[in-house]
């Protein structure tokens, strides 16, 4: 497969490994992007991790809370320009109210939900279609989550992009600053045993692979191999390392005074459970297409001249 200049930039973004680097890890891995940034991690450790959140595809998060009943949505659209148009917001925003209130069971359904605006209608699909006529670019609703258990909820939105909801009970202060941590760092579960386990998997390759490559250095440089024993709690201990970092409860919260004092301790603190939380960022898994703009120029050149 041919490695494109837009594809070590892609992986150079996600990672901020040097070019050169993510084009050979993109060779080896045969221009698999996952399997690429496992192979960039092993050669340059963590830091080939840090930016790996970040996400390409354009469109906005959008949150409805009403007492205990609420809901989160990702509407996507093609570029950043219409992220700011005021009918594709309102639409976002009158969609995330509608999953709220009526509780579709998935896209289509929320789709069929009555709903006018800007002259379309009579349903939220029909308005969708309308606003893609009038503004010229594709948008989608991409996925949802409602809440109606009876439980607290507490939400955050970071700009459009982000946005997070927290089931609670307690503390309606501290589960609003459990969702701004949770917009700023991420975590992927509660705890440590709520990691969904192909992660641990994956981690856990990076970090055997990445002491076979040691060992390989070591044995070449004429230098004492780690016994098997010490490899095997080195591979353990960064995977324990990885699932305090990514789990909710083990980070240290990100307004703690003294710099170490955990999310699970504020909480405790303030007399308050958080029972599961949601995060949605803009694009996250979805591979944005890259035009060869060159290329596009010169096909209806092509077209022009053939007309």
């Given at each position: 497969?041919?490695?494109?200049?837009?594809?070590?930039?892609?992986?150079?973004g996600?990672?901020?490994?040097?070019?050169?680097?993510?084009?050979?890890?993109l060779?080896?891995?045969?221009?698999?992007?996952?399997?690429?940034?496992?192979?960039?991690?092993?050669?340059?450790?963590?830091?080939?991790?840090?930016?790996?959140?970040?996400?390409?595809?354009?469109?906005?998060?959008?949150?409805?809370?009403?007492?205990?009943?609420?809901?989160?949505?990702?509407?996507?659209?093609?570029?950043?320009?219409?992220?700011?148009?005021?009918?594709?917001?309102?639409?976002?925003?009158?969609?995330?109210?509608?999953?709220?209130?009526?509780?579709?069971?998935?896209?289509?359904?929320?789709?069929?939900?009555?709903?006018?605006?800007?002259?379309?209608?009579?349903?939220?699909?029909?308005?969708?279609?309308?606003?893609?006529?009038?503004?010229?670019?594709?948008?989608?609703?991409?996925?949802?989550?409602?809440?109606?258990?009876?439980?607290?909820?507490?939400?955050?939105?970071?700009?459009?992009?982000?946005?997070?909801?927290?089931?609670?009970?307690?503390?309606?202060?501290a589960?609003?600053?459990?969702?701004?941590h949770?917009a700023?760092?991420?975590?992927?579960?509660?705890?440590?045993?709520?990691?969904?386990?192909?992660?641990?998997?994956r981690?856990r390759?990076?970090?055997?692979?990445?002491?076979?490559?040691?060992?390989?250095?070591?044995?070449?440089?004429?230098?004492?191999v780690?016994?098997?024993?010490?490899?095997?709690?080195?591979?353990?201990?960064?995977?324990?390392?990885?699932?305090?970092?990514?789990?909710?409860?083990?980070?240290?919260?990100?307004?703690?005074?003294?710099g170490?004092?955990?999310?699970?301790?504020?909480?405790?603190?303030?007399?308050?459970?958080?029972?599961?939380?949601?995060?949605?960022?803009?694009?996250?898994?979805?591979?944005k297409?890259?035009?060869?703009?060159?290329?596009e120029?010169?096909?209806?050149?092509?077209?022009?001249?053939?007309?």
């Amino acid at each position: 497969m041919a490695i494109t200049a837009s594809m070590v930039a892609e992986l150079r973004g996600k990672t901020d490994a040097p070019m050169m680097e993510c084009k050979k890890a993109l060779t080896e891995a045969e221009g698999d992007m996952v399997k690429a940034e496992e192979l960039l991690r092993v050669k340059l450790g963590t830091k080939a991790g840090k930016a790996a959140s970040r996400v390409t595809a354009e469109g906005v998060v959008s949150s409805f809370i009403e007492g205990t009943t609420g809901a989160l949505l990702e509407v996507n659209c093609e570029t950043d320009f219409v992220t700011k148009n005021d009918s594709f917001l309102a639409l976002t925003k009158a969609a995330a109210e509608l999953i709220a209130k009526h509780g579709p069971a998935d896209v289509a359904a929320l789709g069929a939900l009555p709903y006018e605006q800007d002259g379309f209608g009579p349903t939220l699909e029909d308005v969708r279609k309308g606003l893609i006529g009038k503004i010229g670019e594709n948008m989608s609703f991409r996925r949802f989550q409602r809440w109606s258990n009876g439980g607290a909820l507490a939400g955050y939105l970071h700009g459009t992009r982000i946005g997070v909801v927290v089931e609670f009970d307690g503390d309606a202060v501290a589960a609003k600053d459990v969702a701004m941590h949770v917009a700023a760092m991420k975590p992927v579960a509660l705890t440590s045993g709520d990691v969904p386990a192909e992660l641990i998997a994956r981690e856990r390759s990076v970090a055997t692979a990445k002491a076979a490559e040691d060992a390989a250095k070591a044995t070449a440089e004429g230098k004492p191999v780690q016994s098997d024993e010490i490899v095997a709690k080195r591979i353990e201990g960064g995977v324990q390392k990885y699932l305090k970092e990514v789990s909710l409860f083990n980070q240290v919260f990100v307004k703690a005074a003294d710099g170490k004092q955990t999310v699970e301790q504020m909480l405790k603190a303030a007399g308050t459970t958080v029972k599961g939380f949601t995060l949605y960022v803009v694009g996250e898994g979805i591979e944005k297409k890259v035009d060869d703009f060159a290329a596009e120029v010169a096909a209806q050149v092509a077209a022009a001249k053939g007309g």
